[in-house]
């Protein structure tokens, strides 16, 4: 496909689970990012990679949070032992070049912990 | 600190009553100011990236403006599929990269 696609669409865990949400960018894309969007509000930023580096990670809320892409394209975020805190609905975007380049954004994925 | 804030949060319109939806930013170091549509239940599409102040783009419908400290989104004669959240952001240099902050949207309703 030409989009960013994230895999599962919608995940439900228990809480003191772990999860892992997956993200395919579009092919090429050097730049990658994971936002998290709670309800009624708008993304925040949690971590950036470029290629396979992980450039900045200072919005990660917490060290339960790990985000990774080993090859520089797929890119996968874990979050350790769940909380209800935790849910929220996690965007992938890329970008073709790292800076002003814009950014395209994955369909989500809406994670609900009970 | 980087702020950015959208007003209204909600706006109601009739189908053909133009408006503007406003986007105002404290940022040092800005590198673009996005537009962004979201419909309910998907990921932010893009519209508009904005540099310098006085830049103006358009899309249809659509046109947005940017000043040093704010930026618009003008709706001509709205139709209802123009229904959705509007999302502005400003793009701030991280390890080379581009990072958005996001504002909280102003979900507009079209209605007939």
């Known amino acids: 496909g030409a989009g960013v696609s994230q895999s599962p669409r919608y995940k439900v865990a228990k809480r003191g689970q772990d999860v892992a949400l997956r993200c395919d960018p579009i092919?090429?894309?050097?730049?990658l990012f994971w936002y998290q969007q709670a309800l009624g509000q708008g993304p925040e930023f949690l971590t950036y990679?470029?290629?396979?580096?992980?450039?900045?990670k200072s919005g990660l809320p917490s060290d339960r949070f790990f985000a990774e892409r080993p090859e520089g394209s797929v890119s996968t975020l874990k979050i350790q032992r769940t909380q209800q805190e935790d849910s929220a609905v996690y965007l992938c975007?890329?970008?073709?070049?790292?800076?002003?380049?814009?950014?395209?954004f994955g369909p989500g994925t809406r994670l609900t912990v009970l | 600190e980087d702020q950015v804030t959208q007003s209204p949060e909600a706006l109601r319109l009739q189908e053909g009553e133009s408006s503007s939806l406003n986007c105002s930013y404290t940022?040092?170091?800005?590198?673009?100011l996005f537009w962004y549509r979201q419909d309910p239940g998907k990921g932010p599409e893009f519209l508009f990236t904005l540099y310098s102040a006085g830049e103006e783009k358009e899309k249809e419908r659509l046109k947005a403006t940017l000043t040093k400290k704010e930026s618009f989104l003008h709706i001509t004669a709205p139709k209802p599929e123009d229904s959705a959240t509007y999302l502005c952001a400003v793009g701030i240099l991280t390890g080379g990269g581009n990072k958005l902050t996001f504002g909280t949207g102003t979900q507009l309703k079209v209605e007939l």
């Open positions: 990679f470029q290629n396979e580096a992980q450039l900045d």
């Open positions: 092919s090429g894309h050097v730049s």
């Open positions: 940022v040092s170091g800005l590198r673009g």
């Open positions: 975007a890329s970008s073709l070049v790292p800076s002003t380049d814009t950014q395209y």
